[in-house]
């Protein structure tokens, strides 16, 4: 069973739905033009706007593509474009994190 989206996701999606509508304004493309170099239906399109929940992570980054704001969104999510990632950038980090009162022969 799916725990509720959480208020704070619901707006970013909200608004992340929004500044894609907003861009493809910018960029002077209907919907069905964003389709068409997406690869996905003007439906994918109109939801991303409408509920963008329920579209997939791929297909938002094929949209994103598109819109030509696919490089700026991956560098966003760039660690090292943060002062924790570049402090931590030297550390190896661990194949795993775990919680310190899991036990691996559980």
Do not use: C, Y
């Not at 239906?41 to 509920?51: E, P």
């Not at 791929?58 to 030509?68: F, Y």
């Not at 704001?69 to 950038?89: F, H, K, N, Q, Y």
């Amino acid at each position: 069973m799916a725990t509720p989206t959480p208020p704070s996701v619901g707006r970013a999606a909200r608004e992340i739905g929004a500044h894609f509508v907003t861009w493809r304004k910018l960029r002077g493309l209907t919907v069905g033009q964003v389709a068409d170099r997406a690869g996905v239906s003007v439906n994918t399109v109109s939801r991303l706007a409408t509920d963008p929940g329920s579209v997939s992570l791929e297909n938002t980054l094929r949209i994103a593509r598109a819109l030509g704001i696919l490089d700026p969104l991956v560098a966003a999510a760039d660690p090292l474009s943060t002062d924790i990632g570049r402090l931590r950038a030297g550390e190896r980090l661990p194949q795993r994190v775990r919680h310190p009162n899991v036990r691996d022969d559980a």
